[in-house]
């Protein structure tokens, strides 16, 4: 029953740094999305899949790269890490898009860039 | 582009019923979800509204009229567990993906 994992659950990054956060689902889901969610604010959709070997920019992709080549994992990448990107990250998954097929969510990776 | 209203902050006592909105503008519209968000947690799935009316799943109901862009979550019988921040989310028709207001903090006191 382990649903969408990501990992780390925590990381401080220096300024310029660069990092990889891990999602994985054992739902065979083929939509997965990365969100963050600063203090106060909304879920912003960064990057999102809708298959292996298919991504696509959200609303706020700038800084970030992702890669989709199994239906499992979907990493974010942080090539050069700003302050501007410490939030709160939040990988998601869902069965193909039609009817009421809810997002399931991992339970997030608290990022702080110094 | 989509544009989602929620009130930023709700309070209500133990036991009251109390009424979210939202309301959202958004094109080819194709479904809104209602997801609870804990203080620290991921968001959990709550209801999913495709046609108009009331939808209804123990304690809570969801409620949605298309002509308007308008949606509420009705939480009944309010405990204390159920503060926490309720987050709108319309989904566009063709990609599927729900966008997300920014929430809604229920603070429920005894």
């Known amino acids: 029953n382990a649903g969408v994992t990501q990992t780390p659950k925590f990381q401080v990054l220096k300024t310029g740094q660069s990092m990889t956060l891990q999602c994985t689902q054992d739902m065979n889901h083929n939509y997965m999305y990365w969100y963050r969610q600063d203090p106060g604010m909304g879920l912003k959709l960064i990057y999102y899949?809708?298959?292996?070997?298919?991504?696509d920019k959200g609303e706020v992709p700038n800084g970030y790269n992702v890669s989709r080549s199994t239906t499992e994992d979907f990493p974010l990448r942080l090539e050069l890490a700003a302050p501007s990107q410490t939030s709160v990250y939040f990988c998601a998954s869902s069965y193909s898009g039609g009817g009421g097929t809810e997002a399931f969510f991992g339970q997030g990776t608290r990022l702080t860039v110094v | 582009g989509q544009n989602i209203d929620q009130p930023t902050e709700m309070t209500a006592t133990e036991g009251a019923i109390v009424q979210i909105n939202c309301t959202y503008q958004?094109?080819?519209?194709?479904?809104l979800f209602w997801y609870q968000q804990h203080a620290g947690e991921a968001p959990t799935f709550l209801s999913y509204?495709?046609?108009?009316g009331l939808e209804e799943k123990g304690r809570f109901s969801s409620f949605l009229s298309r002509s308007k862009g308008y949606s509420y979550l009705l939480l009944k019988e309010l405990q204390m567990k159920d503060s926490a921040s309720y987050l709108c989310a319309p989904r566009s028709g063709g990609s599927y993906i729900p966008t997300f207001g920014r929430g809604t903090s229920l603070i429920v006191h005894p």
């Open positions: 958004t094109s080819g519209f194709n479904g």
């Open positions: 509204n495709v046609l108009d």
């Open positions: 899949s809708v298959g292996a070997g298919i991504t």
